[in-house]
T-cell receptor
Framework: GIQVEQSPPDLILQEGANSTLRCNFS?????LQWFHQNPWGQLINLFY???GTKQNGRLSATTVATERYSLLYISSSQTTDSGVYFC???????????FGTGTRLTVIP | NAGVTQTPKFQVLKTGQSMTLQCAQD?????MSWYRQDPGMGLRLIHY???????DQGEVPNGYNVSRSTTEDFPLRLLSAAPSQTSVYFC????????????????FGSGTQLSVL
């Protein structure tokens, strides 16, 4: 299956700082989603973004499909942003999404 | 809408026992799936279904069975639990297949933490 690599694996930020999380994938995709897993384990869908740029409040995401990567930007981070961020991708016609191993973000007050 | 509902939240089994993890969704989603999450390995697909009566295997299907008798329900059965099945299990659903470029997001249940002793 398609390979998904996320970086960095761990990130510690002071509250108010900005951050960029990266997702590289090994093949063409027509489905790419970003998820946040909060400290209680709940997985929340942040973006569906196989190409282009989207913004939702302090979060935004950009996918450059031709270069096989996606970026998740978190601005003015808050302690509630802590958790693990996953990128998941799907190829055309695929029946599932392949997940990266995630970036663990810790925001300290 | 309740979304995707999983039960139980926690379960401890002894090796060799069987059990069923329940998953239900009320969003009329055709696609449902089961993932397991292990430390350092992300989420891996166990089984999925593209509609009532249709199921197929994912990356790690061994030791698990599924069925889809209704659109709403997609239970996961552990036939004979083994310590290697200690994991967190997530059920997920979406209106369409992930491979169709339809802007349909994948929604997850709250997870089941399973320990096999």
């Amino acid at each position: 299956g398609i390979q998904v690599e996320q970086s960095p694996p761990d990130l510690i930020l002071q509250e108010g700082a900005n951050s960029t999380l990266r997702c590289n994938f090994s093949d063409s995709v027509n489905n790419l989603q970003w998820f946040h897993q909060n400290p209680w384990g709940q997985l929340i869908n942040l973006f569906y973004i196989p190409s282009g740029t989207k913004q939702n409040g302090r979060l935004s995401a950009t996918t450059v499909a031709t270069e096989r990567y996606s970026l998740l930007y978190i601005s003015s981070s808050q302690t509630t942003d802590s958790g693990v961020y996953f990128c998941a991708v799907g190829e055309t016609g695929a029946n599932n999404l392949f997940f990266g191993t995630g970036t663990r973000l810790t925001v300290i007050p | 809408n309740a979304g995707v509902t999983q039960t139980p939240k926690f379960q401890v089994l002894k090796t060799g026992q069987s059990m069923t993890l329940q998953c239900a969704q009320d969003m009329n989603h055709e696609y449902m799936s089961w993932y397991r999450q292990d430390p350092g390995m992300g989420l891996r697909l166990i089984h999925y279904s593209v509609g009532a009566g249709i199921t197929d295997q994912g990356e790690v299907p061994n030791g698990y069975n599924v069925s889809r008798s209704t659109t709403e329900d997609f239970p996961l059965r552990l036939l004979s639990a083994a310590p290697s099945q200690t994991s967190v299990y997530f059920c997920a659903s979406s209106y369409t297949l992930p491979g169709l470029a339809t802007n349909e997001k994948l929604f997850f249940g709250s997870g089941t933490q399973l320990s096999v002793l």
